[in-house]
Every structure is written in C-alpha cells, then in structure tokens.
DNA sequence: CGCAGAGTTGAGGCGCTTCAAGAGCGGTGG
DNA sequence: CCACCGCTCTTGAAGCGCCTCAACTCTGCG
C-alpha cells in the first residue's frame, strides 16, 4: 500500500532484531564490502550522474566503504573532523545546526540518493549534526580522494560542483520559504517538495509516510508543532490531504501547490 | 570619519559625474585592462587564498576582465546564462530570489573579497539577482576555466570547494537566525555580522552606513521594514547604536551580542 | 520650492505561539 | 494478555509579536 514504507518498516524492524543482541555499537559498524556504484539503482541521482562506464570504476575504487547509521544515531556531528561527504544508499536523515544558546534549527531531511557532509569542506570541522531517522545506510567517499580523482576524472569534478551549488540554491529556496511564507504555504510547499522527491526515486507521490515528529518538521519550516499539527488538520477539512499520524495521503496536489505559488492573493 | 564610505560615497559621486554623461550603459563596461590578482589588497580575503606567487600568476591569466555595475543594476538576473563567477572588487551587492508569485527574498548581502554568482554552477542558469547597492567592480572569472585551471592547481581546487562550502554554512546560520530568533535577535546579529565582515577589510568595526534599505534589511531578516525601523529606535533608545538614516554607530556591541547568543533566557 | 523616495511612528488586528489538557500509539513488564 | 508508561500528536483558549494601514518627517534633487 505504501510502497515507500516497505523497506523502511523492514529497516525499523531489523533495528530491533539485530541492532540490541548483536553489536554493540550498530551505528558505527562499517560493512567494508565492495561498493558498486554501476550496480546501484541510485547511481543517476547519486554523485556519479552521468559518467562513463570507464570514470565510474574510478570512483568505485573510492567509495569504499558503507556504514550503517541505526535511528536515532548521528552519522557525524557538529565539531567532528570533517573526512568524507556520504550518500546515502538507503533510509532518511535530518540535518540540524545548533546555536550556542542551545536553539536548534533543522536545515534538511535528506533521503536516498542525496549527499550529506559538504557544511564540514570549508572549515575541516562539520558545522551541523547529521542524524538518522530511520536506519539507514550511506556509501563514504573520502574527500581528499573525491579531490584527487576530481582532478583527472572532469565529470566528477562538474559534478560535485553541481551537487554543492544545487545545495545552496536549495538553502535559497529554503530562505524564501521562512522569510516570506505563512505556516499553510510552508507546510504545503514542504508536502510537495517531500513528494516530489519520493517520486523521482520510484515511491508513490500521492502517499507517504512521514519519517520525522511534528517538531522536527516545525524546526525546519520555522513554526512551533502545534502550528504544524493544526494546519495539517486544517489541510485534512479542507479535502486537500488526509492525515493519519504519519501516514499522509495527498488528495489535492494541485490544491496544495496553490497555496504557496501564482495563487498570492490568497493573503488577504 | 566613517572610514568604510569615504570610497564608497566617491563612488556614488562618481555615478552622477560619469554615468549618465559619458556612457550609455555603464553597467556593462568592461574596463579590459589586465588584473592583477598579486597586488590586490583583498587577495587574501578573496579566491586565491593561500596561493604560492606562481600559482597566482596562473589564477591571474584566467581572471582577465573586469566589470563594473552602477548601482542599481543587476551583474546578473536570475535565468541568466551561466558563465563566470566574479569577485567583488570594490562595492557592495545584494543577492535575492524571487519566487513565481512576485514576491522577493534577499539571501545576501556582498561586500569586497566576496565571491557571487556560484548559484548558476548546478542548473548552468542563474537563479538569484544580482544587483549592486552602490557602483561596484568585479572580476571576471570564467568558470570553465576556473574548473580547468583548478584541476591543475590543487590551491585553487581546494578553495573553490571552501568557498562553496562557507556559503552552504552561511545560508545555514541564516536559516537558524529566520527560524529561530525574534526581530531584536535578528536585526543584532545582522549588524554583528555587518560589522565584523566590515572589520576584516580595515574598516571601522563600530561605524558603518548601511548601503540597503529598510526594507531590503527587513526581506533579508524575514520582517517588514517597519520593524526594522521600530527595531533600530529601540536599539537606541536602549544606548545599544546611535541610528541616523543609514549611519549606525555601535554603543554597546557586547550589549548587541547579548541579544542572540547565550542569553536565551530573554525570551519569556 | 516642491516632489519623490526613504524612514519613523502610532493604532489596531491577525497569525502564530504559549500554556494546558487529553487522546492515540507502541513498547514493557507483571 | 492487559495495564501502564512515555512519547507523539491533537485540540482549545488566551496572549503577544509582528504586520497592516496610515499619517507624517526627513533628505536629496530637479
């Protein structure tokens, strides 16, 4: 039914049958099995998009490594050494900055296919927490090597020119969002943004299920989860989506997509 | 006095001298006169940062054309094709987005050193105006070759990816201050910033005129330029600046900082 | 001198937050 | 198996912070 919760549900099950008794620390386990990016379904939304059969062997020799992050675990935090930007294979992230009296801001929810790491380059220390919200799995690729073969591989060097100034148009789009939009326009542009994504990678765009708490939703698009919690009610009388815990089906994208493009009039 | 705007007021001068008699579109001249990375004082500040003399020599040959943009113009618009990013020489720049619907959104502010125009790498599109605030000078530098160049020189690969990465953390403290912080918070860590940015070049850290308007202040805060105003009178009447039109002085810039960081407690 | 753009200030209202109570759900242990 | 606990989510009521609307001042410029 929910095509999306299938591994994921499989992947919170596997948290409690394995993580407990087996390791003692699951979410620093590295599975140094060989990674092959020319068999992954993510490889054309993932780093290597577009290179040649020959280039992506290249990058293969680099992404040795995977690591799983079990719910709950940060895959590294603000302060760490900075060594690797990661992809992840599979599961769910949130990306948090912390300010120094304590308030925390989530600045993204990311999901297969998309990198996480690029706050740690320019400093040689991440600036933000980056925390799984579901088990998850990520392929690390050690930066100075990503440097070295970025050097003689052109693809991979546009390309993670690419990734890293998607990621600050991106931050734009965010900015836009907290600067001038209200809690409905937020969270509908946030109920679309998710959808897309899902769809681009195979999962129903008309249901989901929510990964993150109201909170964590309400950190990200500025707003407090009660906000959160009652515009979603308020979508669910309106006929536009139908909200069950974090189950969430959308009923009216187009409704939605109103609600925060061409359709500015709406503020009174 | 006001150290910051001695050239920047000649600037403005220069624009009612010069620019409606001599020229028909000052904003796109382009002064061909070869640059030299070597003995610009922002050199440190900007993107050769940390080059030996030959690697300079070699960043120089690719930043070969300057441009100067009268204020008000736009280096760029969002849709343009991408094909350089620039350094700014002299002047000062806001970069904005704006979404389908009309409305705006300042992401940035620029001053001398710092780098515009890395949203258009990912989409080969610019996707943010940007506009001069007074009349400016920038650098020219032709991405492809800059991407050539830095296979080469491991320098200038290396601070490419810092400067992209700075501003993906920058646009992340932006989105902690829009998310989190209240209009005082917002507008005392505003000028903060400002100032200290403004320090780092050699200029006064306690006086400075603000090249912006309220309301280009207030899109880039998330808050409407009569709370800006509203903001600034009250920060002054608390002794913490002096306000007068676009002139501030800083009274009590631990009293500023105060504001936003550690005493959270003065929220109620 | 008059006009336009920018900034200030006041009054009132709305949207979101705050505070609070209760319901739903999953996990745990008797 | 069910009662219980903790966490998440929902919903209501009241308050406050910022916005809206509006009038006025200030400054620079023709």
Known sequence: MYKQ??????????????????QASPSHTSSTGHVACSSCNLREMCLPTGL????????????????????????????DDFNAIYAIRYGFFKAQVASPDGREQVTGFLMAGELLGMDGIGTERHTVDAVALEDSEVCVMPFSQLETLSREVNGLQRQLHRVMSREIVRE??????????????RLAA????????????????????????????GS????????????????????????????????????LRSLFSSEAATAH
Not at 54 to 73: C, H, S, T
Not at 172 to 185: D, I, K, Q, S
Not at 248 to 254: C, E, P
């Open 220 to 255: 990200y698009l500025g707003l407090k989860l009660e906000t959160v919690s009652r515009t979603f009610s308020r979508f669910q009388d309106e006929g536009l989506i139908e909200v069950k815990q974090r189950h969430v089906k959308i009923l009216d994208a187009d409704g």
């Open 190 to 217: 946030f109920l679309i943004n998710l959808t897309q994504r899902l769809k681009a990678r195979g999962f129903s765009s008309t249901e989901l299920v929510l990964r993150m708490t109201r909170e964590e939703i």
């Open 5 to 22: 919760s299938e591994r994921s549900s499989a992947a919170v099950l596997a948290d409690h049958t394995d993580a407990c008794p087996n």
């Open 52 to 79: 040649s059969r020959e280039d992506l062997g290249k990058v293969e020799a680099v992404v040795n490594q995977r690591r799983r992050i079990a719910r709950g675990q940060a895959l590294y935090r603000s302060g």
């Open 172 to 185: 734009n789009g965010v900015m836009m969002l907290l600067g001038t939009m209200r809690a409905e326009e």
